[in-house]
């Protein structure tokens, strides 16, 4: 038997329900802090790190939270329609990925009286879904969950202008005047650049809505201008966006002789790769 709940109690039970929100507040790699909200209007909040505006045009749709009381990192996913917060070259961009990420609740009745806190951790990779972004997030015991070291390789271990490379990698400004898609244009600039010279570089958006997203790597480079990416950028960039070339490294211990850089080549070239394993005695062939 059942019956329906009224009164006071009815009462206390609606008016906690319909004051409690969800906030995400997403602090991004480069430096910049998004918040998100639920709620039907703008919020500003304070965690204790400086305030800032949580945005409810975008609204969000946390997932069930998944809890662990071992070592299994706890998680959840927190959905929303893509909009001018949370935009669709910033999502496919990889400007949201590894974001430090906050979950919480607040009386927007009363903001001052402090939040809920539901899950503290980092942004995995960012998608699209049917047009909605997806962002997964898993709590700071996930970093105890991760292999650390390095491989054996042929090619250079580290990245092309890192501190164990050495090198400062050559980089020129450049402006769209032509787009063939999201997978080649082509820029303006100044001086002059040979055939393949920023081959195996990266291009880097510094304006437009491709701006904040990640590095893409060159496929081809023409002394025109004309640019083939590797992958697919997040959207065709726009005529008059400016960019940033970087001329790359292919990771050869030949290409680490080109830049008089051998003594930090991190690659092994020398070790027998599975070909060499894998051998087998042929009869008649005396051929090692």
């Given at each position: 038997m059942?019956?329906?709940?009224?009164?006071?109690?009815?009462?206390?039970?609606?008016?906690?329900?319909?004051?409690?929100?969800?906030?995400?507040?997403?602090?991004?790699?480069?430096?910049?802090?998004?918040?998100?909200?639920?709620?039907d209007?703008?919020?500003?909040?304070?965690?204790?790190?400086?305030?800032?505006?949580?945005?409810?045009?975008?609204?969000?749709?946390?997932?069930?939270?998944?809890?662990?009381?071992?070592?299994?990192?706890?998680?959840?996913?927190?959905?929303?329609?893509?909009?001018?917060?949370?935009?669709?070259?910033?999502?496919?961009?990889?400007?949201?990925?590894?974001?430090r990420?906050?979950?919480?609740?607040?009386?927007w009745r009363?903001?001052?009286?402090?939040?809920?806190?539901?899950?503290?951790?980092?942004?995995?990779d960012?998608?699209?879904?049917?047009?909605?972004f997806?962002?997964?997030?898993?709590?700071?015991?996930?970093?105890?969950?991760?292999?650390?070291?390095?491989?054996?390789?042929?090619?250079?271990a580290?990245?092309?202008?890192?501190?164990?490379?050495?090198?400062?990698?050559?980089?020129?400004s450049?402006?769209?005047?032509?787009?063939?898609?999201?997978?080649?244009?082509?820029v303006?600039?100044?001086g002059?650049?040979?055939?393949?010279?920023f081959?195996?570089g990266?291009?880097?958006?510094?304006?437009?809505?491709?701006?904040?997203?990640a590095?893409?790597?060159?496929?081809?480079?023409?002394?025109?201008?004309?640019?083939v990416?590797?992958?697919?950028?997040?959207?065709?960039?726009?005529?008059?966006?400016?960019?940033?070339?970087?001329?790359?490294?292919?990771?050869?211990r030949?290409?680490?002789m080109?830049?008089?850089?051998?003594?930090?080549?991190?690659g092994?070239?020398?070790?027998?790769?599975s070909?060499?394993?894998?051998?087998?005695?042929?009869?008649?062939?005396?051929?090692?």
């Amino acid at each position: 038997m059942s019956r329906a709940l009224g009164g006071p109690l009815a009462a206390h039970i609606a008016t906690r329900t319909h004051t409690r929100c969800a906030m995400l507040r997403l602090d991004l790699p480069d430096g910049t802090s998004i918040g998100v909200t639920d709620h039907d209007r703008d919020l500003e909040c304070d965690l204790g790190d400086g305030a800032i505006t949580y945005s409810a045009s975008t609204g969000i749709l946390p997932s069930d939270v998944r809890l662990s009381a071992g070592f299994d990192a706890d998680n959840l996913e927190v959905t929303g329609p893509i909009g001018d917060v949370v935009t669709l070259a910033a999502v496919l961009g990889g400007r949201f990925n590894n974001a430090r990420a906050r979950l919480f609740q607040v009386n927007w009745r009363s903001l001052g009286s402090g939040s809920i806190k539901i899950l503290a951790g980092d942004v995995g990779d960012a998608r699209v879904e049917g047009g909605k972004f997806v962002l997964p997030i898993t709590s700071d015991i996930a970093r105890f969950n991760q292999t650390i070291g390095s491989v054996i390789t042929p090619y250079c271990a580290t990245d092309f202008g890192s501190a164990l490379c050495t090198l400062t990698p050559e980089e020129i400004s450049a402006t769209v005047t032509a787009v063939a898609g999201d997978l080649g244009f082509t820029v303006s600039f100044t001086g002059s650049y040979a055939d393949d010279y920023f081959n195996d570089g990266q291009v880097e958006f510094t304006s437009g809505a491709l701006a904040g997203t990640a590095p893409v790597e060159i496929f081809q480079w023409s002394a025109s201008g004309s640019l083939v990416l590797f992958t697919a950028l997040a959207e065709a960039p726009e005529i008059g966006d400016t960019l940033a070339v970087r001329r790359g490294c292919a990771r050869t211990r030949a290409a680490c002789m080109a830049y008089s850089n051998i003594l930090n080549f991190r690659g092994f070239p020398e070790v027998p790769g599975s070909d060499q394993v894998l051998k087998y005695a042929v009869p008649g062939n005396s051929g090692v």
